[in-house]
């Protein structure tokens, strides 16, 4: 149990669009889904707190315009790179908290964005 | 805030045992999880400790000490593939990671 998929695995897009990330938890219910931003050889950084029905809680130094979360049910949560530039090219990766038990938290495998 | 300190780099042979240290500072605390990421993946779960004491998974241990705010991640029997990138991470209201430990397992 306590899987969560996202979607696309990877994604290549030209300067100035915008790319939508999805995540699910597929079988648990999850209040609670976070979003981390990894770069080369570097550690998770926490971008935002997203939370089912209400607005998301960004960390400091990310932008909440370009880096629109969404957390419409119980199961999907979506970030939407806005007008992304090659520096936003980076592994986007979600998780999800399950509230059952241990308030453990299951990764995604990832998504591979490349900005032109 | 929360900080998390790991040794950035360790070195090991095969068959050998290594522990990789973590300390944390944290408002609020669930518990000390561990993740292993290869280079290109994703993090996967390893262990998760929310009680004090050693939890063991096959070659895998993790220790928990909350009163010094300290952990460890033991791994046994050293194996090529065990080369990847280590995280701590702790839980409380989200999960913060560790800068992370990069572990080569040398012939």
């Known amino acids: 149990g306590a899987v969560v998929s996202q979607h696309p695995s990877w994604v290549i897009c030209k300067s100035g669009t915008s790319v939508k990330i999805e995540c699910r938890s597929l079988?648990?219910?999850?209040?609670?889904m976070f979003w981390y931003r990894q770069f080369p050889k570097q550690s998770l950084m926490l971008m935002a707190t997203s939370n089912e029905g209400s607005k998301a809680t960004y960390e400091q130094g990310v932008e909440k315009d370009k880096f629109l979360i969404n957390h419409a049910s119980l199961t999907l949560s979506t970030l939407t790179v806005t007008s992304a530039h090659p520096e936003d090219s980076s592994f986007y990766i979600c998780?999800?908290?399950?509230?059952?038990?241990?308030?453990?938290?299951?990764f995604g495998p990832g998504t591979r964005l490349t900005v032109l | 805030g929360q900080s998390l300190e790991q040794p950035s780099e360790v070195t090991a042979v095969e068959g050998a045992i290594v522990q990789i240290n973590c300390t944390y500072q944290?408002?609020?605390?669930?518990?000390l999880s561990w993740y292993q990421q290869h280079d290109g993946g994703a993090p996967t779960f390893l262990s998760y400790?929310?009680?004090?004491g050693l939890e063991e998974t096959g070659r895998f241990s993790s220790f928990l000490s909350r009163s010094d705010s300290y952990g460890y991640l033991l791994l046994q029997e050293l194996q090529m593939k065990d080369s990847a990138s280590y995280f701590c991470a702790v839980s409380a209201n989200d999960m913060r990671f560790g800068a992370g430990t990069r572990l080569t397992v040398k012939p």
């Open positions: 400790n929310a009680l004090d």
């Open positions: 998780s999800a908290r399950d509230n059952r038990g241990l308030n453990e938290q299951f």
């Open positions: 944290t408002s609020g605390f669930y518990g």
């Open positions: 079988d648990f219910q999850a209040t609670t």
